[in-house]
């Protein structure tokens, strides 16, 4: 009899496991809509891999059937160019914050990466991944998804970057402590400190996507123009046409699948970060998200992705022990590599700026470059008062929203369809009201340069509010703190970091913008303002390709330099200031 009572020891351990586990309710709810969203994933993704001539086969129609389609091309391309932004968010602003060598490198590229128009990175990329896989929908596919990517990325990285820099020193003092590796650093301390601003990012990222999509479908190698079938696309034509129904159709598209991505992925990741704010004492409130919860109480949905939580530990296991064998304290200074590694980015930068010289110099003269410095000023103008005037709206509005995690839920959505109101739909309107009134195209368009980038600063702003500490929020309302003394010990020391990260985002994107809101047609109307990126939009036009270089050059090199004069060290004042410690 013992034997059998020692066998009948572990039935009731398995019999509560297999209890645990059997599916309910939630599971199959959530298996439905998983279900579904993977079966549209790879139907959407099987035209991706088709054959180049089947775009010629199946043109581009204002059909509205069509739409839902174009839509879920277009969602699937964003999503795409999204992770990619991700990944390399982490892998590049990681460096950047950790390494002071590579910081002097990374961080002035991002600034000059950011400036740079969409049409400079398709120039080079469209024959690069046509050529990676030629006569494939792929390569064209590729293409289009780098050039939404580098409306993304730079976003992402910027945010990332500054998390790590904001980082407490008590923090970091307990990674020196505790000798945390690079590898669990990273995993522990770094990535789940800057997860919650990372996330508002990515919303504002993949918004102002949408900004860019009518260029990233329409693909132009050479003489001939290669159409995508997306959103972007169909807004494209549209507008050619002036068919003012089929913009409706395609704004009124965005804004469902807006509500869509919002509800099924932003929304739980939002309410997934919550549980990361850096704070002593439990919120109030807190985002909720109904898939956050019904996932939450599946019972199998722990066991399918259990392997995933095993191959990460499996990685730790097996990652190097250089950093646990003694602690980590401050790096070592050695002056001569210094100075060694100074000289060699100034010699690398002024290599690449003599051949750009000289590029440029073989066909225009001396009075072109003083022409195009002179319009930068002008753009430059047009850039620091929207900013100003911006973050004179958007900060009180941002830090009332991110203080109030359920407004924060209700107002999400609609701030996204704002973000991602593609803003060239608002310009045959902008060029009637101007050419109705006769109004001055220097001042009013200058508008439309904000219209797509403002944003940044309201997401960041977001973030930033909804990033300080509950503690010290009960702290200043126990004491009374009120009115502008709120703002000038509370709010704005909270928020002014992530305010950075978003203006000097929304400043480069107003750069960008510049190209395409400086020279404005619609049917027969052509209106310009003055500036460089009107300067560069009629170059491109004219196929003058050192106009275009130079413009390009002068737009990376103000955008660097305003940057490091006014961005950089307001960084290093929130940095040194405003750092919570």
């Not at 809509?33 to 180049?52: K, S």
């Not at 001569?336 to 590029?359: H, P």
């Not at 977001?462 to 010990?489: N, Y």
């Not at 275009?548 to 330099?561: C, P, Y």
Request: charged share 15%.
């Amino acid at each position: 009899m013992t034997p059998d009572r020692h066998s009948a020891r572990p039935l009731p351990a398995f019999s509560r496991m297999l209890r645990l586990t059997r599916p309910s309710r939630e599971d199959a709810i959530a298996f439905v809509i998983l279900g579904g969203l993977a079966a549209i994933f790879f139907r959407t993704a099987e035209a991706t891999v088709a054959p180049l001539s089947t775009l010629q086969l199946e043109p581009l129609t204002l059909d509205p059937s069509y739409l839902p389609y174009y839509a879920l091309r277009t969602v699937l391309r964003m999503f795409v160019a999204l992770f990619a932004s991700t990944v390399f968010t982490l892998v590049v602003a990681t460096l950047a914050a950790r390494s002071r060598h590579l910081g002097q490198l990374i961080v002035p590229a991002l600034d000059i990466l950011q400036s740079v128009p969409i049409l400079g990175f398709l120039t080079f990329t469209v024959t690069f991944f046509m050529g990676l896989f030629p006569g494939s929908v792929l390569g064209v596919e590729c293409a289009s998804i780098f050039a939404i990517l580098t409306s993304q990325a730079w976003n992402m990285a910027f945010s990332f970057y500054q998390s790590l820099r904001a980082i407490p020193s008590d923090l970091e003092e307990a990674t020196v402590i505790y000798r945390l590796s690079p590898i669990r650093r990273f995993l522990k301390l770094d990535l789940p400190f800057a997860t919650p601003a990372l996330v508002w990012n990515a919303m504002m990222s993949m918004s102002g996507g949408w900004f860019f999509v009518v260029a990233s479908e329409a693909i132009t190698v050479g003489k001939t123009t290669v159409t995508l079938p997306g959103i972007g696309s169909w807004l494209a034509l549209a507008i050619g046409r002036r068919d003012f129904l089929a913009v409706g159709e395609a704004v009124a598209a965005m804004a469902l699948v807006i509500v869509a991505y919002d509800q099924l992925f932003f929304r739980p990741i939002v309410a997934w970060a919550d549980r990361f704010r850096f704070e002593m004492t439990a919120s109030a409130e807190r985002p909720r998200s109904w898939v956050f919860d019904l996932l939450r109480r599946t019972r199998l949905l722990p066991v399918v992705l259990a392997p995933l939580g095993a191959i990460g530990r499996l990685l730790l296991a097996f990652e190097p022990r250089v950093g646990r064998r003694k602690a980590i304290g401050p790096a070592r200074s050695y002056p001569l590599l210094e100075k060694v590694w100074q000289a060699l980015v100034i010699v690398a930068a002024t290599a690449a700026l003599v051949l750009l010289s000289r590029y440029i110099m073989r066909s225009l003269m001396w009075g072109d470059v003083l022409t195009a410095v002179l319009l930068a000023g002008l753009t430059m103008i047009r850039v620091m008062v929207l900013i100003a005037l911006a973050s004179l709206v958007w900060v009180p509005v941002g830090v009332w929203i991110g203080l109030r995690p359920v407004w924060a839920e209700r107002l999400q959505p609609l701030a996204q369809f704002l973000a991602a109101f593609p803003a060239n739909v608002l310009f045959p309107f902008a060029v009637m009201a101007i050419v109705r009134f006769d109004l001055a195209p220097d001042v009013w368009l200058s508008p439309l340069m904000i219209l797509g980038t403002q944003w940044y600063i309201l997401f960041n702003v977001i973030a930033g509010a909804s990033a300080i500490p509950t503690d010290l929020r009960e702290a200043a309302w126990m004491f009374r703190v009120r009115g502008w003394q709120w703002w000038r010990q509370v709010a704005l020391p909270g928020i002014f970091p992530y305010y950075v990260t978003g203006a000097l985002t929304a400043s480069g994107g107003s750069w960008n913008a510049s190209i395409v809101a400086e020279a404005v047609d619609w049917g027969n109307r052509h209106l310009v303002a003055r500036g460089l990126g009107s300067f560069i939009a009629e170059a491109t036009t004219a196929g003058d390709y050192p106009r275009v270089a130079l413009g390009i050059g002068v737009m990376s090199l103000f955008v660097l330099g305003f940057n490091r004069l006014l961005w950089r060290p307001l960084y290093a004042y929130a940095d040194r200031r405003l750092r919570l410690s």
